[in-house]
């Protein structure tokens, strides 16, 4: 099984991205678009740091959380083969998509 995922960082990005998906120049299952650089580590739904430092620690312990992770790829984690396995069926299979796409609609702004 070959997943394609892809990440962008800054929306500059995610639009050259959408782009290529849109035009058929790429085709990927899974996207992460961050609005931030570096990924909001201070942002997205994340608390946001009172100070340069604060950020700066956070971002380096998440990295050693990574690095020290016995489980470091999703689809290698037992608790999501098992989602797979009992309730969702495979990935990309209708059960998947259906529940785990997100699908965005433009919205007027008042």
Request: aromatic content about 6%; charged content about 25%.
């Amino acid at each position: 099984l070959t997943v394609k995922i892809a990440v962008a960082n800054t929306l500059a990005n995610a639009r050259i991205m959408m782009e290529k998906i849109r035009t058929g120049e790429a085709e990927y299952h899974f996207i992460e678009i961050m609005a931030c650089p570096v990924g909001c580590i201070g942002g997205g739904g994340q608390p946001v740091p009172v100070c340069e430092e604060t950020r700066l620690n956070r971002i380096a312990a998440i990295y050693e959380c990574d690095r020290s992770s016995q489980i470091r790829k999703s689809h290698e984690n037992p608790a999501i083969k098992e989602l797979y396995d009992t309730w969702l069926g495979k990935p990309c299979g209708e059960k998947s998509h259906h529940l785990l796409h997100t699908h965005y609609k433009a919205q007027i702004r008042c």
